[in-house]
């Protein structure tokens, strides 16, 4: 395994490897994201992924440093590759990225419909700060109701 920077060159393969870690995500419709959207991010902020052996894509984390705070998102583990400890070893990538930055603490968003996220999180040290408004990017089906509770952790 291995974990690197992306590049413009990844983002098609990063496309399919997060529309399928995200595809649980039911309440919305359609994808998670698209080439556009990931070419977009990597203007503010870059991509850590990991590799297998044969240079494949298997995970990927969004990463920005927003001032003396690091932010992290869109954490995706291709199916088959989940449960493998990749998305943990993003994370501590992420967090080392951050203080290497310089960063202070680090910072996430988790939609309310995750709830199941909360404790994962909070194992790792992140512990709830506030909720905000959720602004998506695609429409939630019908009827469903979604606000983003924050998340933070000292370096």
């Known amino acids: 395994m291995r974990i690197r920077f992306a590049t413009a060159r990844d983002v098609p393969e990063m496309v399919p490897v997060i529309n399928a870690a995200f595809a649980l995500e039911a309440f919305f419709g359609g994808h998670r994201t698209d080439q556009k ?10 991509f850590l992924i990991t590799e297998n052996e044969g240079g494949h894509i298997l995970a990927a984390v969004y990463v920005e440093k927003r001032g003396e705070r690091g932010y ?6 291709d199916p088959p590759s989940q449960g493998k400890g990749l998305g943990g070893a993003l994370i501590d990538a992420a ?18 419909l995750r ?36 998340m933070s952790k000292t370096l």
């Open 37 to 46: 959207q990931l070419e977009k991010m990597l203007d503010k902020g870059q």
């Open 72 to 77: 992290f998102g869109m954490l995706a583990v």
């Open 95 to 112: 967090e080392n990225y951050f203080r290497l930055q310089g960063c202070v603490g680090v910072d996430i968003c988790v939609l309310s």
């Open 115 to 150: 709830p199941e996220l909360l404790p994962l999180y909070r194992k790792l040290g992140y512990a709830e700060t506030g909720t905000e408004e959720f602004h998506p990017e695609r429409p939630l089906k019908p009827g469903l109701e979604c606000h983003e509770i924050l």
